[in-house]
C-alpha cells in the first residue's frame, strides 16, 4: 500500500507523517537535508545540520552540568566517608565508657560542625555525668514519645516534636530548629540537633547516620559487662 495517496493533493500533514515512518529518508538524500531550514526561537532560521549541533550542544553543556554535580556529591561523600572514618578510630582509641561517650560528642560538635549534641541512655555510666549525656530507664515514662521511633530503628529527621526535644535538649529546645535521632541498638539514642532548619530534613540520605550509629554501639560495647 502506498504511503501517499496518489488521488488527492499532498499537503504538508502527509509530508509530516512519511518522514515519521521513514526516519532514514533525509539519509538517502543529503543535499536536501542540507538544505532545509528549520524556524529559530527568535524567528531566523537554520540548517538541519546546525540545528542538530545546537540540540547537540545543549545536550552536551546539561550532561557537563549534572557531572559536574555528580562530581561535587562524590568528593561531599568522601570528605564525609573521611570524617566517619577518624570518627571511628577516635572512639576504639578510648580507654573507657566515659571517655568513649565524651569522643562521641565532642567529635560530632567539632568535625561535624553541630551545633547540639545529646547521648540519652537506658543504663547510667558509673561515676561519669555530663550535660550532654540524658539517662532514664528502658521502661521511663521519657521514652514514651520514642516508642514508634525505636520500633522503626532507623534514624528519624527533620523538625522533631517538643516533647522529644524537651527531653533531650532541656532549656536549649526551642533554639533546635532541626534534628537527626539515631538509634543506639539496646543503649538509648544519640541526638544531633541545629539552628539551621534545613540543616536536617525528612529526604536526606540515611547512610552515614548508620555509620555513626554502628561506630557508637560497638565502641560502648567493648565496656559491656
Known amino acids: 500500500m502506498s504511503d501517499l495517496n496518489p488521488r488527492r493533493e499532498i499537503d504538508a500533514n502527509d509530508v509530516a507523517a512519511f518522514l515519521r515512518r521513514h526516519p532514514d529518508f533525509l539519509a538517502d538524500f543529503p543535499d536536501l537535508a542540507m538544505n532545509l531550514k528549520l524556524p529559530r526561537e ?9 540545528y ?4 547537540l550542544r545543549d545536550k552536551t553543556r546539561a550532561l557537563t552540568r549534572r ?22 578510630l577516635s572512639l576504639m582509641r578510648a580507654g573507657s565508657l566515659g571517655d ?24 547510667p555510666v558509673e561515676g561519669f ?10 521502661e521511663a515514662r521519657d521514652w514514651g514519645a520514642f ?33 537527626v535521632l539515631i538509634p543506639i541498638r539496646d543503649r538509648g539514642l544519640l541526638a544531633i540537633g541545629s539552628h539551621d532548619p ?11 547516620l548508620k555509620l555513626i550509629a ?9 565496656f559491656d559487662g
Open 67 to 88: 557531572l559536574q554535580e555528580l562530581i561535587e556529591v562524590a568528593q561531599e561523600n568522601e570528605q564525609l566517608m573521611a570524617r566517619v572514618h577518624g570518627f571511628t
Open 100 to 123: 568513649t561517650l565524651a569522643r562521641v560528642v565532642a567529635t560530632l560538635t567539632e568535625d561535624f560542625h553541630t551545633d547540639f549534641v545529646r547521648m540519652a541512655l537506658f543504663r
Open 198 to 208: 534545613n540543616r536536617f530534613h525528612p529526604g536526606m540520605g540515611t547512610i552515614f
Open 214 to 222: 554502628d561506630s557508637v554501639d560497638v565502641a560502648l560495647g567493648r
Open 42 to 50: 527568535q524567528g531566523a532560521s537554520t540548517s538541519l545540520a546546525s
Open 147 to 179: 516508642a514508634e521511633f525505636f520500633v522503626k530503628n532507623e534514624p528519624l529527621c527533620g523538625r522533631i516534636n517538643a516533647d522529644k526535644l524537651e527531653f533531650l535538649f532541656g532549656q536549649h529546645a526551642s533554639q533546635v530548629r532541626s534534628a
Open 52 to 55: 542538530q549541533l545546537d540540540v
Open 129 to 138: 555525668q555530663a550535660d550532654w549525656l540524658r539517662i532514664a530507664p528502658r
